[in-house]
């Protein structure tokens, strides 16, 4: 099978969605310091994007580990998001796309 050509338009997506989202996370948090229930399907819809993108940008994501057991560690993520930090999803989903050994591969944090 040949490798597809990762398509511009969607890798900015990728790019471009989940830092805005960690941006304004600290402004949208329960005061118990529990995630809103608003902010647990918005980290649930971050990772469903992952799930689903990745593997359309990357050219050969999956070379060192499996789908299935990328998609369960995006599983389990899910399942924990409501008793996470916004910080702790964070390196959590860094941990979660370091296991795919792909150096080129990452979640890179804006600056601000």
Partial sequence: MAP?????SNF????LVLPGLILSAPCLAATDG???VE???KWRSDLHFVAEEMPKVHPNLFHTRDAAAFEADLDVLSERIASLAHHQIVVELQRLIARL??????LTLPLE
Avoid: K, N
Wanted: glycine share 4%; charged share 25%.
């Fill in 39 to 41: 902010w647990v399907e």
């Fill in 12 to 15: 900015l997506s990728l790019c």
């Fill in 4 to 8: 597809r050509t990762p398509s511009l």
């Fill in 101 to 106: 050994e792909d150096g080129h591969t990452r």
């Fill in 34 to 36: 529990s995630l809103s």
